[in-house]
């Protein structure tokens, strides 16, 4: 027997189809982005809590060379862009999910154009990139602290201390 695409799979969008998909959109337009490599509780109360700021949510991944770049270690990511759009794009907290190849989101940000600009709390909403254009267009910008202790650098820091033993 032959399945359909689960209906997640439809909210991934290539940067190059974006701008298509962005007049469908309910406003407020919520933007954020990472790697969001191996996802976790920090991560998805953080979704959740950056998509009730608007009437949907919009997830830029790093693509992998973006994430090596990074360096976050040789063999990050450890998931592949595939893959990680997969899982977030079955977030139901996720209205759409693209990617971005440069170091930072600048030029998505510019297309899209959100309402608001959203980033975990490791992060001052001065050094958010994109803030400067967001605010001067009336949006918000918003660095939302953390509520839970856990990263992905320390998870696979303890998956690596159990291998060693």
């Known amino acids: 027997m032959n399945y359909p695409l689960p209906d997640f ?5 290539p940067p190059e189809a974006l701008a298509a998909r962005l007049d469908t959109m309910p406003r407020p337009l919520v933007f954020t982005n990472g790697c969001f490599d191996i996802l976790h509780r920090g991560h998805v109360t953080y979704l959740a809590q950056a ?12 693509t992998d060379a973006s994430v090596r770049r990074q360096g976050k270690g040789d063999d990050r990511p450890v998931n592949a862009l595939e893959n990680r759009a997969a899982v977030m794009a079955a977030l139901a907290c996720v209205d759409l999910v693209t990617w971005f190849d440069s170091d930072t989101p ?14 975990g709390g490791d992060w001052t909403p001065d050094r958010i990139v994109g803030s ?6 009336g949006g918000q910008v918003h660095s939302i602290p953390f509520l839970h202790a856990t990263s992905t650098t320390a998870t696979l820091a303890r ?5 060693g033993r």
């Open 106 to 119: 600048a030029d998505l940000i510019g297309l899209v154009r959100p309402d608001v600009l959203v980033k």
């Open 51 to 62: 998509r009730a700021l608007g009437q949907a949510l919009i997830v830029a991944l790093n």
């Open 132 to 137: 400067r254009e967001v605010l001067a267009r």
């Open 159 to 163: 998956i690596r201390d159990t291998q």
């Open 9 to 13: 799979e439809q909210k991934i969008c």
